[in-house]
Structure formats: structure tokens, C-alpha cells
């Protein structure tokens, strides 16, 4: 079992950052893969970013790449998402969530393949 809990969202000007965390209680995060979704009002929840066990390996969706890292810090639970030069196009609740599945970019980018998911955090970008 691992609870997942979001913070650092927030209200930031286009252009602007922020850097979200994830922290993880429970026996063995290091052993799950790591995601990120995002929901904006009246739309599905879509994948941003994944990060493996090891944190060796990361993939992210096509329109943040370059603007967004994804990075673990297995000593503390936490995965983080620093998120730079961002438009109002970012807005939307950022969920954290965890698998046990393989890694593949098959796998990663689907939300049905992550057991545990945390409650959310608001991002709102303003033009």
C-alpha cells in the first residue's frame, strides 16, 4: 500500500515555474515507476511525465518536453515535477501516481496501469 500526497501547486504568470512534489508513504517506493497526469476542467486526465524505479530512465508527453523535469529522491519518498516556462495551456489539477507495472512507454503513459494515485494539486497559469 503507498499514499501519495501533492503539494507546491499554485498561481504563477505565463512564464513562470513551479516545482511540484510528491510524497510517498508506504514500504517499497523505490520499487514502484512514477507518473504524472494532469486534468483540466471538462477534459480526460492525461499523461505529462514518468520516471522508473531506478530513476535512470524518464519519458514525457510531447508539450512539455524541455520545459518540464520529472526527479525522484528515493531517500526522502518524494517525486518532484519542476516545471518551467509555463502557459495557460499547463493549467489544470496535477495528480501524482504510482505503478508496479513494467517500464514501456505503453505502460507509463496509460492511466489504468497505476495501482495508487494522490488527491491532486491545482496549477493555474495566467496569462
Known amino acids: 500500500q503507498v499514499q501519495l500526497v501533492e503539494s507546491g501547486g499554485g498561481l504563477v504568470q505565463a512564464g513562470g515555474s513551479l516545482r511540484l512534489s510528491c510524497a510517498a508513504s508506504?514500504?517499497?517506493?523505490?520499487?514502484?515507476?512514477m507518473g504524472w497526469f494532469r486534468q483540466a476542467p471538462g477534459k480526460e486526465r492525461e499523461f505529462v511525465a514518468a520516471?522508473?524505479?531506478?530513476?535512470?530512465?524518464?519519458y514525457y508527453t510531447d508539450s512539455v518536453k524541455g520545459r518540464f523535469t520529472v526527479s525522484r529522491d528515493s531517500a526522502k519518498n518524494t517525486v518532484y515535477l519542476q516545471m518551467n516556462s509555463l502557459t495557460p495551456e499547463d493549467t489544470a489539477v496535477y495528480y501524482c501516481?504510482?505503478?508496479?507495472?513494467?517500464?514501456?512507454?505503453?505502460?507509463?503513459?496509460?492511466?489504468?496501469?497505476?495501482?495508487?494515485w494522490g488527491q491532486g494539486t491545482q496549477v493555474t497559469v495566467s496569462s
Open positions: 520516471i522508473s524505479w531506478s530513476g535512470d530512465s524518464t
Open positions: 501516481a504510482a505503478s508496479t507495472g513494467p517500464w514501456h512507454t505503453i505502460v507509463v503513459v496509460s492511466p489504468r496501469s497505476y495501482n495508487y
Open positions: 508506504g514500504r517499497s517506493f523505490s520499487t514502484y515507476l
